[in-house]
């Protein structure tokens, strides 16, 4: 279970998160929708670590674990992966180096054995084959000359190889078309389980007709201010966010 | 007590010179006595150059200048630990002299022997390139060789792989060597000369190499340089190369170890077609400093350079590039290109860069570019995200850095070799970082 209380967070010394309350019980997927600048990423980088994103108040806990203390890397050992909104390109990084060393990272932390090379090969290839990405993505340097929607599958791609139990996905559904949407949405629904969570960040509820979520909340101007089940999505997208604004206010 | 003058610097040589010269290789030759007398006038003009020099501006050679060498005293026990081999081939040179017992040199396909034995043989080629009166160092090597290695490739051979290991031994004061090698590749031949420059962890010296490359039509010699000296260690090199039509000069230089160390390569492009890449990768920490100048005359039509330098500084480290191309008025159709890029891991460490474009030909294709850098606080940021620690992530994104001059070592042996060294450097910086 993810739980968030009462979390607060600056950048540059901004406030952007002025308070979240949510909590995502392990086998449910939630969504966060909301306009461009409410805080979406913020809320992302901050569950994951990045620096510079400075926690104020309030708490985040993932299965007991207190995840704002943590190091990046230790969240992703215990098993929380974000999904960037923009991923990052790696020059000089060979894609496949980069998912056997993160796969193996992983593995270590959890106790299990590495991967040789060939092994690996084995799994990327089987797991590139469900995501309908060609082959030449693993010798390509990590994100460099990707499309939009490659960077996005490797994203998935990523998500499929290391199989956290909580997966944040900040906006993986921009820039993508209608084929590629069901992919990706397809490689997530097959994560779906009773030992694994998803934050589903989107702006748009196009997603959502592919990854149905337990719970829609919407986010704006640094809180949640409307919560409900998957047809406040469908609500959203006929109202837009103004309608949604002004009701909360 | 008994108090012992030593004279420092450049009097200190120049004072041993007057000593030695008779009883010094090649004594008795009056070409080659005049050779360094020559030699020894144009350092005692320069003596060591000071950071008012323009091509010594960024390397203060006071250190050097002012320490006391002796002749090295190699220790007569023969039993010296050799690294591993990184080829089959390998001519020893300890403390700049040619070691016959310790090398191993059957089988192949081409003759390699000592300078100091055939000096005899090598009027007008000994000094044919290299210019004492410009470059100070080369003067000092020229007044004080004593040995070196002697190659040549005769047309069409292909000489496979040959390795020149370079070690120095520890003394109780510094000591200083200035190997003077000369190679010479004929018509079409081919070779791969992995040196490995090295010494014990405590010793100091001033390792002064000088060497003389002729590479004929056609010929390609790949000169792949990995400099490890002692970390105590000065290590100043010129090479002086000259690439006839049609053939490549192709030099890697990993500059990892030492403690003052400047590379300075000059490469005249004679023949149309000729090529010539230098490419380098400097990896410094604590108080390193390392000079990479390189100057590249295109003097023929047609040619080709491609140089790239990728500095990495730890540290207190300061790292240079100087890089001078001249396209000469009957260059044309040059193609040139010129990168130079360094990655700063410590904000206390420095990079100064200067490249220089000289061009009189009109139709000429020349570029170049200088960055500096830090680690890409993102791209460390999505490595971690991904389970990666903070340590491993930043050895890969330096790794990574490393690529782009690193690839283009083609040739298998020095690959290896290459790769294990930039391992081997990495892993002793984590381990400073750990302790
Ligand atoms: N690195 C940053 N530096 C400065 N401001 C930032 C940074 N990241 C986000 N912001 C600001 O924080 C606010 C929320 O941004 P973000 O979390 O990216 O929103 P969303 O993902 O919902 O579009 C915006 O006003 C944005 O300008
Ligand atoms: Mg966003």
């Known amino acids: 279970m993810l739980k968030i209380e009462g979390l607060t967070a600056t950048v540059d010394g901004k406030p952007i998160l002025k308070g979240i309350d949510l909590e995502i019980p392990s086998g449910e997927v939630h969504a966060v929708m909301g306009p461009n600048g409410s805080g979406k990423s913020t809320l992302a980088y901050v569950l994951a670590g990045r620096e510079g994103y400075e926690v104020t108040g309030g708490s985040a806990t993932w299965d007991g674990h207190d995840l704002l203390s943590m190091e990046p890397e230790e969240r992703a050992a215990a098993g929380l992966f974000l999904a960037f909104q923009y991923p990052v390109e790696l020059p000089g990084v060979g894609n496949a180096t980069f998912l056997r060393t993160a796969l193996n990272a992983i593995r270590r932390a959890r106790g299990e054995p590495e991967l040789d090379a060939m092994q690996f090969l084995k799994l990327a290839r089987q797991r590139m084959r469900e995501l309908s990405m060609p082959e030449d993505m693993l010798k390509r340097s990590v994100n460099v000359g990707f499309s939009g929607g490659e960077k996005k599958r490797n994203e998935i791609l990523q998500l499929a190889l290391l199989r956290p139990k909580l997966a944040v996905l900040d906006e993986t559904d921009s820039g993508l078309d209608i084929d590629a949407l069901r992919i990706v949405a397809d490689g997530v629904n097959a994560m779906r389980g009773p030992d694994f969570a998803a934050l589903v960040i989107t702006h748009y509820q196009r997603l959502l007709d592919y990854i149905v979520p337990d719970r829609v909340h919407v986010l704006m101007n640094g809180r949640i201010v409307r919560s409900g089940g998957p047809e406040l999505a469908k609500e959203l997208e006929s109202e837009g966010y103004a309608a949604i604004q002004a009701r909360a206010a | ?383 971690r995200s991904r389970g990666i620690p903070e340590t491993q992530a930043r050895a890969m994104l330096v790794q990574a850095f490393l690529h782009e001059a690193v690839e283009g070592v083609t040739d298998e042996a020095l690959r290896r070799a290459l790769d294990a060294a930039v391992e081997g450097w990495w892993a002793r910086q984590e381990e400073t970082l750990a302790a």
């Open chain 2, 1 to 383: 007590m008994n108090v012992v003058m030593h004279q420092v610097g450049a009097p200190g040589f120049l004072h041993r010179f007057e000593g030695l010269r008779d009883r010094l290789p090649g004594g008795r030759l009056p070409w080659l006595a005049t050779l360094r007398a020559q030699a020894a006038e144009a350092f005692r003009a320069q003596g060591f150059p000071t950071r008012r020099v323009e091509a010594w501006k960024y390397t203060d050679l006071a250190p050097v200048a002012e320490a006391g060498f002796d002749e090295p005293l190699t220790p007569m026990d023969d039993a010296m630990d050799l690294p591993p081999a990184q080829a089959g081939a390998r001519a020893v040179f300890v403390d700049g002299r040619f070691r016959a017992d310790l090398s191993s040199l059957d089988g192949l396909p081409f003759e390699v022997s000592s300078v100091a034995r055939h000096l005899d043989a090598l009027e007008g080629r000994l000094g044919a390139l290299a210019r004492p009166g410009e470059e100070p160092m080369a003067a000092l090597n020229t007044m004080l060789f004593e040995d070196g290695l002697l190659l040549d490739l005769p047309e069409g051979v292909e000489g496979g792989v040959l390795e020149l290991l370079s070690l120095a031994t520890a003394s109780e004061r510094p000591s200083a060597f200035h190997p003077r090698h000369l190679i010479r590749l004929a018509k079409g031949a081919k070779l791969t000369l992995i040196e490995t420059a090295t010494g014990p962890e405590g010793a100091r010296y001033l390792h002064n190499p000088v060497f003389e490359v002729e590479v004929a039509e056609g010929a390609w010699l790949t000169h792949g340089r990995l400099q490890q000296e002692a970390p105590r260690a000065f290590q100043l090199s010129t090479i002086y190369a000259t690439v006839a039509a049609g053939g490549t000069y192709d030099n890697f230089t990993l500059n990892a170890g030492g403690r003052l160390v400047r590379n300075e390569i000059h490469v005249t492009l004679t023949g149309p077609g000729a090529a010539c890449h230098m490419n380098g990768a400097q990896l410094l920490a604590g108080d390193q400093h390392a000079d990479t100048t390189t100057a590249l005359d295109h003097a023929a039509p047609s040619c080709a350079s491609r140089q790239t330098y990728k500095t990495v500084l730890m540290g207190r480290s300061r790292g240079v590039f100087q890089g001078k191309i001249l396209v000469r008025q009957v260059a044309q159709k040059t193609d040139g290109y010129q990168m130079n890029q360094a990655l700063l891991l410590s904000p206390e460490a420095e990079m100064d860069s200067k490249p220089q474009l000289e061009i009189y030909a009109d139709d000429v294709k020349c570029s170049h570019g200088a960055t500096v850098g830090e680690l890409d606080a993102e791209q460390v940021f999505y490595l």
